[in-house]
């Protein structure tokens, strides 16, 4: 079985920027499409973002457009969450997915086959 890992996360200040990364070995999820999502205390995990395999279409929660880039590195066959102008609420594990269906960059947890440990992101001052 392959594995996604994340990591990248951390302490970092209101404000302030980080970048999360999601590998995977060889050629393993080349052609899924990745997605992060987080799961705070107490609450449900939620979409973060995602993007597909094929053309790089990219789809951005609400809460996170405009501060969040997804990107990928197809030839190190890695998914990067750049994170910018960060807020406590977005204190959370962050999590890495893999979604067989390359083409879409899909929203929902339960369309994605396979999951990351996750990586805590702390927000505070």
């Known amino acids: 079985q392959g594995q996604l890992v994340e990591s990248g996360g951390g302490l970092v200040q209101p404000g302030g920027s980080l970048r999360l990364s999601c590998a995977a070995p060889?050629?393993?999820?080349?052609?899924?499409?990745r997605g992060w999502f987080r799961q705070a205390p107490g609450k449900e995990r939620e979409f973060v973002a995602a993007?597909?395999?094929?053309?790089?279409?990219?789809s951005y929660a609400d809460s996170v457009k405009g501060r969040f880039t997804i990107s990928r590195d197809n030839a190190k066959n890695t998914v990067y969450l750049q994170m910018n102008s960060l807020k406590s609420e977005d204190t959370a594990v962050y999590y890495c997915?893999?979604?067989?269906?390359?083409?879409?960059?899909?929203?929902?947890?339960?369309?994605?086959?396979?999951w990351g440990q996750g990586t805590q992101v702390t927000v505070s001052s």
């Open positions: 993007i597909s395999w094929i053309g790089g279409v990219t």
């Open positions: 997915a893999a979604d067989n269906k390359g083409s879409i960059p899909a929203r929902v947890a339960r369309e994605y086959n396979y």
């Open positions: 060889g050629s393993i999820f080349s052609s899924y499409a």
